[in-house]
C-alpha cells in the first residue's frame, strides 16, 4: 500500500506540472492581454502595470517566478506586512519563525485583492455546493437504481427510469429557474437568491450554523446541481445491478433457499458498485467545479463566477490558481476511488 501511494503522488504531481504548463502556455497564446480595454490605456500605463506584474519578462522566466511563489515557502523572524506582494494561502508559525506558503499572486482586475483572498473567500461557498450537490446524487440516485433493477418492468422501474430520464434531460440551466418560480416566487417557501447574508454561512468550509437559516438558502441549489447526477447514478446502479443478480452465484444463494433482500444486500449490491464508484471521483470533482451556471442562476458568490469573469478579463494569476486547485480536486478524487476499489473488490490488491 505504501508504494502504491507513492507511485500515485508522483504520478499526481507530474499531472499539476502538466495541467501548470498547458494552462500558462494557453493563457498567452490567446490573442490580447489583461490591459486591453475598449478605451486604450496609454503605453507608458501599461507598461508600468506589465512591469509591476513582471509581464514584460519572458515566459519561461514568468512561469518560474510563478512556480517559486508557489511552492518555496518563505521565513522571517519578523511578521511579514499585511499587503498583496506578502500574501500566502497557509500563514503558520515554526519556533521563531513565520512561515508562508503557496502564493497564487495578486489580481490583475480587483488589484486590491489576491487569488487567495478569492479562494479563502469564494472557494468554501462553492465547495459546500457541490458537496451537498453530491449527496444529493447519492442519496436520489443509488436508491432509484436499486428499486428499479430489484422491481424491474415494474411501475416502480417506469417511474424511477423517467425520472432519471428527466434528469438528464433537463439541465440546471432551465430547472433553477423553475425551481425559483415555484418554491421562491409562487410558493415563497425559500428565498430566490443568494447563499446568507451572515459570515457563518458564507465564511468557511463548514457553516457555524446548520439550522433553517442555513439550509434555505442551499435547497434549491443543491438539488439544481445535483439531480442531473442523481439520474446518471440511478441509470448506472440499474444496470450494474440488474447484470450482477443474473450471475450464477446468485442464482446459488437463491437455490440455498436466502431471502431475496439478504442476497441483494450481503452478495449483490456490492459487486454492483463497482462500476459506479468509478465514476464517483471525477463526478465529485465536476459537481464541486462546474458551478458557475448554478451560482450565476442563484446568485451565489462561488469561485465559479470569478473564474469565468477572469478568463474573460485575462486575469491570469486567477485562471492559473482556479485551474490548479480543481485539478488537484480532480486528482485526490481519483485517488480515493482507487483506494475504495480495494475495500469494495477483493480482487484488487495494492501491495
Not at 430547472?175 to 457563518?200: A, D
Not at 443474473?246 to 431471502?259: H, M, Q, S
Not at 452478495?267 to 465529485?284: D, W
Request: glycine letters at 8%; one cysteine or more.
Amino acid at each position: 500500500m505504501g508504494r502504491y501511494l507513492v507511485q500515485r503522488l508522483l504520478y499526481m504531481l507530474l499531472v499539476l506540472f502538466v495541467v501548470s504548463v498547458i494552462t500558462f502556455g494557453l493563457m498567452h497564446l490567446v490573442p490580447g492581454g489583461p490591459f486591453d480595454k475598449e478605451k486604450p490605456l496609454p503605453k507608458e500605463i501599461i507598461a508600468n502595470l506589465e512591469k509591476r506584474y513582471h509581464l514584460d519578462q519572458p515566459l519561461s522566466i514568468q512561469y518560474l517566478e510563478y512556480i517559486k511563489a508557489l511552492l518555496v515557502p518563505r521565513f522571517s523572524e519578523q511578521k511579514f506586512a499585511n499587503n498583496i506582494d506578502s500574501d500566502a494561502l497557509f500563514k503558520f508559525k515554526i519556533g521563531k519563525y513565520h512561515v508562508r506558503w503557496v502564493n497564487f499572486g495578486p489580481s490583475y482586475t480587483s488589484r486590491s485583492r489576491t487569488v487567495n483572498d478569492m479562494l479563502r473567500d469564494q472557494l468554501p461557498i462553492s465547495i459546500q455546493l457541490g458537496f451537498w450537490a453530491f449527496c444529493i446524487a447519492i442519496l436520489i440516485g443509488m436508491p432509484l437504481g436499486i428499486i428499479a433493477a430489484i422491481k424491474q418492468n415494474s411501475f416502480l422501474d417506469y417511474f424511477s427510469m423517467a425520472l432519471a430520464i428527466f434528469g438528464v434531460s433537463v439541465p440546471v440551466i432551465v430547472l433553477g429557474p423553475i425551481l425559483i418560480w415555484v418554491f421562491g416566487v409562487s410558493l415563497r417557501w425559500l428565498p430566490v437568491t443568494g447563499w446568507g447574508s451572515k459570515p457563518p454561512f458564507t465564511l468557511g468550509i463548514f457553516p457555524n450554523k446548520w439550522g433553517w437559516e442555513y439550509w434555505k438558502f442551499a435547497i434549491m441549489p443543491m438539488f439544481g446541481l445535483g439531480l442531473s447526477s442523481s439520474a446518471s447514478i440511478a441509470r448506472l446502479t440499474r444496470a450494474s445491478l440488474l447484470q450482477v443478480i443474473r450471475e450464477d452465484y446468485i442464482r446459488t444463494a437463491r437455490a440455498k433457499g436466502l431471502k431475496e433482500r439478504r442476497i441483494i444486500r450481503r452478495h449483490a449490491l456490492k459487486n454492483a458498485l463497482i462500476p459506479v464508484v468509478t465514476i464517483l471521483g471525477p463526478m465529485f470533482a465536476a459537481l464541486l467545479t462546474g458551478t458557475f451556471v448554478t451560482e450565476t442562476i442563484f446568485g451565489i458568490p462561488g469561485m465559479g463566477r470569478y473564474f469565468v469573469n477572469s478568463i474573460t478579463n485575462r486575469d491570469y494569476p486567477v485562471i492559473m490558481g482556479t485551474v490548479l486547485i480543481y485539478a488537484v480536486f480532480l486528482v485526490f478524487s481519483n485517488l480515493i476511488v482507487d483506494l475504495v476499489y480495494g475495500v469494495i473488490d477483493p480482487r484488487i490488491r495494492y501491495d
